[in-house]
């Protein structure tokens, strides 16, 4: 069976309760599916009014369902009336065989099976009914296409928008806009995205503890040149850093070699001699890591800047302090330093391989915002390729 797209829209509502990462770890565990691109958007009336359209005439949904969605959408996705303010809708993009059906299945129909929990709207959205039959509330959590049909119109519609209603979405209506916002990035590492499971969203869940909101997302293949930018202050750290440790385990294993006690003099030496190239090697191995390939392996330019065989899911958190916040709730870089309860000590395996990373100054969040380019559309790309 061929791969196909299929999409989710995660819903203001939903975003702004912070659900958004317990819906993502549902439809990533429960569907097997990857996740190849996500974007948050800021729908203008334009963009809004005519994805309702799409919704009232898509044929695989009764009447009934297609006027209740369309006219959420009118209402929940709108602009903010009274000031222009958007409203944060995060669209996400999985690919797979079946995919369009194992995400109508894991997302399930509106009004039904809510006395459960074993889909995202069971779990998260609502549909309340008064004495007499009739709707009093509604939140159908996620909105997504139940066709192929529906599936393509709706992402070469909400693709053709991407460039200006997506990306960075620093002016929504929920967003905090006081003087001392900061934005700071976070990394899910490609160790959570071996396979598909529910790591990725039980993370972003941690982080929601920190009451910051999400500004910007993309699915990102962190290329050679990139991880070399990004990491490069770590790389002069590890080769002053590792001279210490370079120095001891040499002495060490010359000793037990030759027989006799190394000299510290000639110890020291050894350490000063040894330590950058043990630095430089364990800064390859992190790029190999967040790449999939090593350094010496790229022999020209267009390779190194070429995307990397590994995924991450790069996010931007927006608030008082985030910097602070997020660091809190990710702990420090070696798991088994961290306290319980945070990203790294409930996720991370080692120093390298500890789940996430989070920018560690404001000035830092801005240059690894830019290397990353959180903002950049690959949505648009990436659906111009599947419908020519």
């Avoid at 958007?41 to 963009?47: A, D, H, I, T």
């Avoid at 990004?230 to 385990?249: A, D, I, N, T």
């Avoid at 790294?344 to 989070?358: K, L, P, S, Y």
Wanted: glycine residues 8%; neutral net charge.
């Amino acid at each position: 069976m061929a791969k196909e797209l299929a999409f989710v829209l995660i819903n203001p509502y939903t975003i702004s309760k912070s659900r958004t990462g317990g819906v993502i770890g549902r439809l990533m565990s429960r569907t097997g599916l990857d996740l190849v691109a996500a974007r948050m958007f800021g729908p203008r009336r334009e963009l809004v009014e005519r994805y309702a359209q799409l919704v009232l005439k898509d044929r695989e949904l009764a009447e009934t369902e297609r006027r209740q969605l369309s006219d959420y959408v009118l209402e929940a996705y709108q602009p903010d009336f009274r000031n222009g303010r958007r409203r944060r809708v995060l669209m996400l993009v999985f690919e797979g065989d079946d995919a369009i059906q194992k995400i109508v299945r894991a997302t399930g129909h509106v009004g039904t099976g809510l006395e459960s929990a074993e889909t995202v709207r069971d779990t998260y959205g609502d549909y309340v009914l008064d004495e007499h039959g009739k709707v009093r509330y509604f939140e159908p959590a996620i909105l997504i296409g139940n066709s192929h049909s529906s599936v393509a119109a709706a992402l070469k519609l909400w693709a053709s928008f991407s460039a200006e209603d997506g990306g960075l979405i620093e002016d929504a209506v929920d967003v905090p806009r006081e003087n001392n916002i900061q934005k700071t990035l976070v990394l899910i590492k490609p160790d959570n995205f071996r396979f598909p499971s529910a790591r990725p969203g039980n993370i972003i869940d941690l982080f929601s503890g920190s009451g910051l909101r999400i500004i910007a997302a993309k699915v990102h293949r962190m290329s050679v040149a990139e991880a070399e930018a990004f990491y490069g202050p770590v790389q002069k750290l590890l080769r002053e850093k590792l001279k210490g440790v370079v120095s001891e385990k040499s002495a060490k294993t010359l000793a037990a070699e030759l027989g006799f006690d190394i000299p510290p003099d000639i110890q020291h030496l050894l350490g000063e001699m040894l330590g950058p190239l043990y630095g430089d090697n364990q800064f390859f191995q992190i790029v190999q890591f967040m790449t999939g390939r090593m350094p010496c392996h790229c022999t020209t330019e267009e390779e190194k800047r070429a995307p990397g065989a590994e995924r991450c899911l790069a996010l931007i958190y927006a608030g008082p302090e985030a910097v602070e916040r997020i660091r809190s709730i990710l702990g420090p870089t070696d798991p088994s330093k961290a306290q319980p309860g945070s990203v790294r000590r409930e996720f991370g395996r080692d120093i390298m391989v500890n789940a996430a990373h989070a920018s560690d100054s404001p000035d830092n969040a801005v240059r690894e915002i830019n290397i990353i380019k959180v903002e950049e559309d690959l949505i648009g790309p990436l659906v111009r390729k599947y419908y020519p």
